[in-house]
T-cell receptor, first 112, second 117 residues
Framework: TQLLEQSPQFLSIQEGENLTVYCNSS?????LQWYRQEPGEGPVLLVT?????EVKKLKRLTFQFGDARKDSSLHITAAQPGDTGLYLC????????????FGKGTLLTVNP | NAGVMQNPRHLVRRRGQEARLRCSPM?????VYWYRQLPEEGLKFMVY????????ESGMPKERFSAEFPKEGPSILRIQQVVRGDSAAYFC???????????????FGPGTRLTVL
């Protein structure tokens, strides 16, 4: 069973601060997706990374896939209250191109 | 530009009753996936369906759970004789034709929160 460990589990910061959250595994993933989930809603896809070492930017969010495709990070610059939510990473591995394995998420709170 | 639709959003059942959860995929999507999110747990894959076919049900409990995606109409996840441990959020996701072997972007619905009394 492939496991994705996300850290930290909880993060509370002030508006304007920078932060990084991590997604780690001992397994290799063919691709990794980041989602944000708000209370009472479903996960919303933010980005997919496929190539080892890949970096993708989405406005103030920067996503990186590790060279060995076992880990990923999400960096947010100048966080805003609207960034508050549960950030989930999910990966495809083991030859499957549809069975996503999810981490438990990082719950981010950005205080005004 | 409708996304994945699920209904009901909240469902309350007593032990022993049946729960039926519905999912309409995004327009143009022919692949449907069901996931379950238990309290304090991550989302877990349950089943993958295409129209009229179950492709992979390896994540589904062997008893009481079934899923279908008929030629016409929404996908249905059915739980018979519910027990308290079935209380969870059930999410449906859909995708277009799978993009080769490297990745598959799945788009999630808002979920159905099932509470078993």
């Amino acid at each position: 069973t492939q496991l994705l460990e996300q850290s930290p589990q909880f993060l509370s910061i002030q508006e304007g601060e920078n932060l990084t959250v991590y997604c780690n595994s001992s397994s290799v993933f063919s691709s990794l997706q980041w989602y944000r989930q708000e209370p009472g809603e479903g996960p919303v896809l933010l980005v997919t990374v496929v190539t080892g070492g890949e970096v993708k930017k989405l406005k103030r969010l920067t996503f990186q896939f590790g060279d060995a495709r076992k880990d990923s990070s999400l960096h947010i610059t100048a966080a805003q209250p609207g960034d508050t939510g549960l950030y989930l990473c999910a990966g495809l591995s083991g030859g499957s191109n549809y069975k996503l394995t999810f981490g438990k998420g990082t719950l981010l709170t950005v205080n005004p | 530009n409708a996304g994945v639709m699920q209904n009901p959003r909240h469902l309350v059942r007593r032990r022993g009753q049946e729960a039926r959860l519905r999912c309409s995929p995004m327009k143009g999507h022919s692949h449907v996936y069901w996931y379950r999110q238990l309290p304090e747990e991550g989302l877990k894959f349950m089943v993958y369906l295409q129209k009229e076919n179950i492709i992979d049900e390896s994540g589904m409990p062997k008893e009481r759970f079934s899923a279908e995606f008929p030629k016409e109409g929404p996908s249905i996840l059915r739980i018979q004789q519910v027990v308290r441990g079935d209380s969870a959020a059930y999410f449906c996701a859909s995708s277009p034709e799978l993009a080769g072997s490297s990745y598959n972007e799945q788009f999630f619905g808002p979920g159905t929160r099932l509470t078993v009394l």
